[in-house]
């Protein structure tokens, strides 16, 4: 790396000359060179990128995006609530509006499998081979924040696929199940609406699909992340997701933990973390806690309060020992606890 | 960590410039990283070039600030209207070098969130060409410059990269016919709070648009990858209003329109006695063009119009229900503002106990007042007169020098016009010559369809003589509606140190359209009110700043009796340059009537008194 930066310098500084000859001297390779290259994959996904309107249900958006797959109308997307009216309508990239029925779901990679009665000539065929690794520039096109309507382009980000990597981190206060590979993007996907968009090689290639917003309650911080598209093609063909098989297997360390307690119901999110009853041979009993103990911190965060409690029980690890405080009397004790998993 | 990230940098522009080649475990040969350096090196150049017209402005109280751009060596700066709405009606702005300089507000246009104020302290500020913003495309990389989170200490700009991501995007307003984003660029550079006002450059290094604001819906107010530039065409449309000092409304046609069965249709107007219902715009009638744009939907259309200022001479098609099509052109009418008038909030009263206000929030309480007063104004109309005849210097000043390369160039000379006169379909049916010195004096000679006549003006009247030998005195208001004279005054008299001030006090008047291009319209009013306009576009083809004499009229709409004269084609002769074709027009589709078209345009050495004197017997056409 080093001498790789050296040999950087020394040329920084001949090309200072060289590079004003070469983007002042011929404007239209110029403007080749600095605007042009990412139009061709900009044409290549528009076409193949939709637009899909639905009900929206509470603060959830109504409205997300989807790729083409087949040439007689069939469109992958993310598994939005948007699909669970009536009314689901695909506008394609020329303004022509569909309905929309709703083939397969997979709840575990968050995918659902759309068709409409409309030829589509222009579409991604799904292949096993990467288009992309890590380092490559991609595109992502999407309807975020709805800012497309109708025959309106789609909006089109640029980024760099940073890594293939599996979702062992996501399990931090998210609710999501997955946990097979994707690819982390440096762009920011994680908007309103872009689930199910088009990620391209700058030749316009596919290389994923923008997924389903995950994020993190504790840190209120979101993953821009794309399906690859070889499990889109698994998808297609109907095969189960890899993570489904992962999940199920015994090593799977997805399943929620439990200790075993039941708060004080006092009504409202804000009452304060008082255990009602601690169920027999559970992780709580074992370590001792007893009914009336306030909790006062679990795992090194502190507890005010019974959303507190549930949020930081979210980000425990079954099998894995931490630390619970709790105020009994008037003193506080401290108890390591092993969770267990979810039943 | 910095090294991973040069080498995503590395690996990623390897890819754009050899799309086969794949980074990872390759070494880079020397002739791609000879390309990828170049790529590099000519982005750093953009920036280099442009990064000194950038502002970052504050306000005189502490706390906030907001990003702007310089596009004229004077000190104007584009900004946001939601800018200066905060930071008050003047401030303190920072450029690349590192100092601080005084600014004013000059004019503000709620409507489509644009300001400009000026930067007090030099003539020669590093300034940024405006680009023209219809041939940004979707996938151009895109360059914000600014001051996000009021982030500099030494006043540099941030500058981040990134690619446009639609274009023609319409965000709509907060209300009240305010901060309405129509036909905006849409682009993923990080725009963050404090941006707001900042430039977006291409790589030619032009002003694109004003970055003024972003989806931060539901997001916290930081970058979610969509941020929205005002497009520097419509920029160009309110410019001149906004230097005028005025309050800016935007237009509306005062009707609505619908997409309908693939048409657009024209379903309500807003008000009655509505002007293009007197032009022959009924319901039901199919909207085909607007402003050169043919229509294909609503969206579209209202995109268009919000780019306008009122009072621009819009060209609208139009359908009529028994296939009519019907070419209007009309001044749109402004779109009020329905806000309620800034109140000044005097600072809290804290625990019941009536505190006496610190200085600080005195002063800051003081400029909402000034601030009210300027958003309670009746829009268009010019706040500041005196500020608004200082920018109108600077408007001469680039027309003066859009005709001369140097002053010493002209000054003692005589510039002898050889035309021919052309009827609308151009038959040629007379001739003329022009003789004009350098200091705004001219003899017109005319022999047109048979008959001959001169017009003199030597310095302090203007003169007529008919072919009978008759001599007449032209009042000036005569002078004005004759346009002879106004082919050559308009012309001449720029070359004076205060132009157009035998007819008045001149003034910046407002926007206006052109020779089909945005321009400022300047008017001269005298002690008896009487006026006269003179139009400069303010643009050249490539979107440069070239304030250039374009028209010229007694009338607003140059459709009274005397109708005005156009100046286009302008050639360079011996370091003049000079309009070769003047055409004369009527109405605001500005219809030609004649022209007149220079066969030779020459300098010649010394001004011969006698040619600028009517009493001498005629002297003999060349």
């Not at chain 2, 209207?81 to 702005?93: D, K, T």
Request: charged letters at 25%; a neutral charge.
């Amino acid at each position: 790396m080093r001498h790789h930066l050296k040999r950087s310098i020394a040329h920084w500084i001949i090309l200072v000359a060289l590079a004003a000859t070469i983007f002042v001297g011929d404007d239209s390779l110029a403007d080749e060179r600095l605007n042009g290259f990412l139009k061709k994959a900009v044409d290549i996904a528009q076409p193949k990128t939709v637009k899909i309107f639905g009900a929206s249900v509470g603060r959830v958006e109504g409205y997300g995006t989807g790729i083409i797959v087949s040439n007689d109308g069939h469109i992958i997307t993310g598994n939005g609530v948007y699909l669970n009216g009536y009314s689901t309508r695909v506008t394609l990239n020329n303004g022509e509006t569909y309905p929309v029925k709703v083939i397969r779901r997979d709840s575990n990679l968050q995918l659902a499998l759309l068709k409409i009665d409309a030829s589509t000539p222009d579409f991604f065929e799904l292949g096993e081979t990467p288009a992309a690794e890590k380092g490559d520039w991609v595109i992502a096109v999407s309807n975020a924040f709805k800012v497309a309507e109708r025959a309106e382009p789609l909006s089109v980000t640029l980024g760099i696929l940073s890594l293939e990597t599996k979702m062992t981190a996501k399990r931090r206060g998210t609710e999501v199940i997955y946990d097979g590979p994707l690819y982390l993007i440096d762009c920011i996907t994680s908007n309103p609406g872009a689930a199910g968009g088009a990620v391209v090689t700058a030749d316009g290639e596919l290389v994923g699909m923008i997924g389903k917003l995950i994020e993190s309650k504790e840190t209120n911080t979101r993953m821009n992340y794309a399906v690859p598209e070889k499990l889109l093609a698994r998808f297609l063909a109907g095969k189960p997701s890899e993570s489904t098989q992962a999940s199920t297997s015994p090593k799977g360390n997805s399943k929620p933990a439990d200790l075993g307690i039941t708060l004080f119901s006092l009504g409202g999110r804000k009452s304060p973390a008082f255990v009602d009853r601690v169920r027999r041979g559970s992780a709580a009993k074992k370590a001792g806690i007893r009914s009336d103990d306030l909790i006062v911190t679990l795992a090194g965060q502190t507890i005010s309060n019974s959303t507190d409690y549930k949020s930081v029980l979210a980000t425990l690890i079954p099998g894995e020992k931490t630390v619970i405080v709790v105020k009994r009397r008037n003193s506080l004790e401290r108890f390591d606890i092993v969770p267990d998993e979810k039943k | 960590m910095r090294n991973f990230f040069q080498f995503l940098i590395v690996m990623g522009l390897l890819q754009i410039l050899t799309s086969q080649v794949r980074g990872q475990g390759k070494e880079v040969s020397d002739e791609e990283m000879k390309l990828i350096l170049a790529a590099e090196n000519a982005r750093i150049a953009a920036v280099d070039k442009v990064i000194g017209s950038v502002v970052a402005i504050y306000g005189d109280v502490r706390g906030g600030g907001g990003s702007g751009v310089i596009f004229d060596p004077s000190g104007l700066v584009l900004t946001n209207h939601h800018v200066v709405a905060g930071a008050g009606v003047s401030g303190w702005g920072g450029i690349a070098d590192g100092n601080l300089y005084r600014w004013q507000l000059v004019g503000t246009d709620p409507g489509g969130d644009v300001a400009i104020i000026r930067l007090i302290g030099r003539d020669d500020f590093p300034f940024s060409p405006l680009g023209n913003s219809d041939e940004v495309r979707v996938g151009d990389w895109a360059m914000a410059m600014g001051n996000p989170f009021v982030l500099t200490e030494d006043q540099k700009p941030t500058v981040t990269l990134g690619i446009v991501s639609g274009v023609e995007r319409y965000q709509p307003g907060a209300g009240g016919n305010q901060l309405v984003y129509g036909n905006c660029i849409q682009v993923d550079s990080s725009i963050n709070p404090g941006n707001s006002g900042g430039p977006l450059f291409n790589m030619q290094g032009e002003i694109v648009g004003i970055n003024g604001r972003g989806s931060f819906l539901a997001r916290g107010r930081v970058n979610v990858g969509l941020g929205y530039a005002i497009s520097s065409n419509q920029l160009k449309n309110f410019i001149p209003d906004l230097m005028a000092t005025k309050l800016v409304e935007h237009g509306t046609l005062d009707a609505r329109f619908a997409n309908r069965g693939g048409k657009v249709v024209c379903e309500a107007f807003y008000n009655e006695g509505v002007e293009i219902v007197n032009q022959g715009l009924e319901l039901g009638d199919e909207l085909l063009e607007f402003e050169g744009y043919p229509i294909t939907s609503n969206d579209q259309f209202t995109n268009l119009i919000s780019t306008l200022p009122e009072t621009w001479p819009a060209h609208v098609v139009f359908k009529k229900a028994d296939g009519e099509i019907k070419d209007v052109n009309i001044r749109l009418v402004g779109l009020p503002y329905k806000m309620k008038p800034p109140r000044a909030r005097p600072p809290a009263k804290k625990g019941g106990k009536k505190k006496e206000p610190t200085p600080e929030q005195k002063r800051a309480l003081e400029k909402q007042k000034m601030m009210a007063k300027v958003l309670t104004t009746k829009a268009g109309t010019i706040r500041d007169l005196k500020m608004n005849r200082e920018n109108c210097k600077i408007v001469t000043s680039h027309m003066n020098r859009s005709l001369v390369s140097s002053l010493n160039a002209v000054s003692g000379k005589t510039i002898v016009i050889n035309d021919k006169i052309l009827s609308a379909d151009q038959a040629p049916i007379g001739t003329q010559v022009i003789r004009i010195s350098s200091d705004g004096r001219f003899r017109i000679q005319i022999t047109e369809e048979g008959i001959s006549k001169e017009f003199v003006f030597d310095g302090t009247d203007f003169w007529k003589q008919a072919e009978n030998g008759e001599i007449q005195k032209l009042t000036f208001l005569r002078a004005r509606l004759t346009p002879e004279i106004v082919q050559v005054v308009a012309y001449a008299d720029l070359l004076k140190e205060s132009p157009y001030a035998i007819f008045g006090d001149l003034q910046i008047d407002g926007g206006d359209k052109s020779q089909n291009s945005p321009s400022f319209r300047l008017k001269t009013i005298d002690a008896k009110s009487d006026w006269f306009y003179v139009w400069a576009t303010i643009f050249d083809e490539n979107g440069d700043l070239d304030i250039r004499l374009s028209k010229a009229s007694a009338d607003l709409n140059a459709d009274g009796t005397s109708g005005g004269v156009c100046f286009t084609d302008w050639n360079d002769h011996q370091g003049i340059h000079f309009p070769n074709r003047r055409d004369f027009i009527a109405g605001l589709n500005e219809t030609l009537i004649k022209s007149a078209v220079a066969d030779r345009v020459e300098l010649v050495d010394g001004i011969d008194a006698d040619v600028f004197t009517i009493a001498k017997t005629p002297i003999e056409g060349k």
